[in-house]
């Protein structure tokens, strides 16, 4: 939990750094989905984790939008996609590759919707969700790498 907090934190810092540059990535989100997966799937555990995003991007709704809990709405949406293709992948399927592209495929939708909703359309809006796609990518290399280790050492 202190590591999807420092993430959000994060997020929050270099949205404030780059105001009017780029939209940050979703840290927050992959982070979370993340520790959804990486755990075991037990409904508590994944329901903590669904209002924790909830609570997470009602947060920054509140910091950053105008239109409260549209975040926590799109994070949730995200998770639960997450969770239950996981869910119904079997054991030997799930691979960093699986988790790199649920977890990019929901970054990528979130970026939209966002998009769509806080931006005219225009060149600087489309430069602007174009750099976020684009500085998600390492996060989520990260991440990725990350689980591989975890599943190589337990063995799975």
């Known amino acids: 939990m202190i590591v999807s907090v420092a993430a959000w934190l994060l997020q929050d810092l270099l949205q404030v750094l780059t105001m009017g540059f780029m939209l940050v990535p979703e840290f927050f989100m992959l982070v979370v989905v993340y520790m959804t997966i990486s755990g075991p799937l037990d409904e508590g555990r994944i ?39 996981w869910n119904r992948t079997p054991a030997g399927g799930r691979s960093a590759v699986l988790f790199a592209g649920l977890a990019g495929g929901i970054h990528f939708l979130s970026g939209i919707a966002h998009y769509f909703s ?39």
């Open 47 to 85: 329901s903590f984790w669904l209002w924790f995003a909830f609570a997470g991007g009602v947060l920054w709704d509140l910091r950053w939008a105008a239109v409260p809990g549209m975040s926590g709405l799109i994070n949730v949406a995200a998770v639960a996609t997450v969770f239950w293709v």
């Open 118 to 156: 806080w931006a005219v359309p225009s060149q600087a809006a489309t430069r602007m969700f174009l750099i976020q796609q684009l500085m998600s990518v390492p996060a989520l290399v990260l991440l990725c790498f990350v689980y591989a280790v975890r599943v190589r050492d337990q063995h799975v």
